[in-house]
């Protein structure tokens, strides 16, 4: 799959914890650990235009130089650990065609042999059709993480942190469609689309991620916009020209 050109912005380097001998911690202090840098990556699947756009953190995971190729399907596969490959692939596959949100564990191998254990999390944009627009996702290298105790502890803490990590993105797309329905509603520019939002969430009293959701859910046919919201945007509306 062919993608556009991407502009990247240099990574600043990851510093590393001091590993030199120094004195010994005194009796009864429990010694500093390391600070832990995690990478976490941010992706965008455009499946009408079968375009990737991929943050400068997504090539640092897979230990891509700043001139490296652009965004592609090939790129990140290339670079999958090969028992890796069919699982992440069926998993985009069904986010683009059956809009199932995914949560995979996976290995990426770097070009200098290294080798990073990632979550890549997956969730699709639908349109106000209900059909699938983007897959919007976060890729987190887990490769440096210190070990819980017990594997229980590890799992749970992971799961709550791919649950919330999951809720943000909802909430980011539910956002963007009620703001292409607004703009298409009112004629208004993005940045106005999210003021009336705004504006919407303080004179009802609701999130402005619940307001995004009732407009989408209403423009698709699901549920009934409440009363008060309907009331707000139909004075935002341009009035309609009369036929002669």
């Not at 490296?68 to 596969?77: H, N």
């Not at 990073?116 to 106000?128: I, L, Q, Y």
Request: aromatic fraction near 4%.
């Amino acid at each position: 799959m062919s993608s556009p050109a991407l502009s990247r912005d240099r990574v600043q380097a990851l510093s590393m914890p001091d590993t030199r001998t120094g004195p010994a911690a005194p009796r009864g202090v429990r010694p500093t650990e390391p600070e832990i840098h995690r990478i976490a990556a941010r992706y965008r699947y455009d499946v009408q235009g079968a375009a990737w756009w991929w943050s400068p953190e997504m090539f640092t995971v897979q230990g891509l130089p700043e001139a490296a190729p652009e965004a592609s399907t090939e790129l990140l596969l290339q670079h999958l650990h090969p028992e890796d490959r069919v699982g992440m692939l069926t998993a985009i596959t069904k986010a683009c065609t059956a809009a199932h949100p995914f949560t995979i564990r996976a290995r990426l191998v770097r070009p200098d042999g290294g080798q990073r254990t990632v979550v890549v999390v997956g969730e699709p944009e639908t349109d106000p059709n209900g059909a699938v627009a983007a897959v919007r996702g976060m890729v987190i290298d887990l490769t440096d993480c210190p070990e819980p105790g017990k594997a229980p502890d590890r799992t749970a803490a992971l799961e709550a942190e791919v649950g919330q990590m999951r809720a943000a993105m909802a909430s980011r797309a539910a956002i963007e469609q009620a703001k292409g329905i607004l703009m298409l509603l009112t004629s208004c520019s993005d940045t106005v689309a999210f003021e009336l939002l705004a504006h919407i969430s303080s004179h009802t009293h609701r999130k402005v991620r619940d307001v995004a959701e009732s407009i989408t859910e209403s423009a698709s046919g699901r549920a009934q916009l409440p009363d008060d919201v309907r009331a707000i945007i139909r004075d935002a509306c341009p009035p309609r020209r009369s036929r002669r």
